[in-house]
């Protein structure tokens, strides 16, 4: 049962440019998200996240928006850099709820 | 403040052994979930435990796979009997379990290869 959704398993995108990585959920009791950044050989590292109670939450050259009518989140990368390139995983957890599932993932290839 | 720990970073079993996954959550950490990682695929979430307790364990394959997360020591991944299968990567994390506090710190996880 695939909660989190990530339906890209790739992109690629010219450095400077911007990468737009996305996640659907189907929980509507999810109302807490996550973007971790995973390099080969290493374990995932958090990003940034977004509580329902927001649209929008930036950091840096990082903006995640979710739209919960839609049950979709996005994660905006501008502009993007070679060293960015790596998996992006999303996940999604519930208040009431210390579990949290992840997407499948987004490999993401910034090109010089 | 070290982070996660997971010990061995490789394992090699072959099939029908016993595989043993150790991890040590961030200090003040009493919250650690394990997941597994086939090749080419996302995170797998299999169990989560808190400190002598499974919490949930929904992802956990019925048969030859046990968790534990002692009051004293690592947490433990247990599969038994191996079979080619099993041959992942498998990540622990941990976190502090605080009410509104969802971010996990993982680890930089196991590779298992089953011969």
């Known amino acids: 049962d695939q909660q989190v959704k990530q339906n890209s398993p790739s992109l690629s995108v010219q450095e400077g440019r911007i990468s737009i990585l996305n996640c659907d959920y189907t929980?509507?009791?999810?109302?807490?998200f996550l973007w971790y950044k995973k390099y080969p050989a290493e374990g995932p590292t958090f990003l940034i996240s977004?509580?329902?109670?927001?649209d929008k939450n930036e950091d840096g050259r990082f903006t995640v928006f979710l739209n919960k009518s839609a049950k979709h989140l996005s994660l905006h990368i501008v502009p993007s850099q070679p060293g960015d390139s790596a998996v992006y995983f999303c996940a999604a957890s519930a208040t009431n709820n210390n579990d949290m599932r992840f997407g499948a993932g987004t490999r993401l290839t910034v090109k010089p | 403040n070290a982070g996660v720990m997971q010990n061995p970073r490789h394992l090699v079993r072959r099939r029908g052994q016993e595989a043993r996954l150790r991890c040590s959550p961030m200090?003040?950490?009493?919250?650690v979930y394990w997941y597994r990682q086939l090749p080419e695929e996302g995170l797998k979430f299999m169990v989560y435990?808190?400190?002598?307790?499974?919490?949930?364990e929904s992802g956990m394959p019925k048969e030859r796979f046990s968790a534990e997360f002692p009051k004293e020591g690592p947490s433990i991944l247990r599969i038994q009997q191996v079979v080619r299968g099993d041959s992942a990567a498998y990540f622990c994390?941990?976190?502090?379990?605080?009410?509104?506090?969802?971010?996990?710190?993982f680890g930089p996880g196991t590779r298992l290869t089953v011969t």
């Open positions: 929980n509507s009791m999810f109302d807490y």
């Open positions: 435990l808190q400190k002598e307790n499974i919490i949930d």
């Open positions: 994390a941990s976190s502090p379990g605080l009410a509104g506090n969802y971010e996990q710190y």
């Open positions: 200090k003040g950490h009493s919250h």
């Open positions: 977004i509580s329902s109670i927001k």
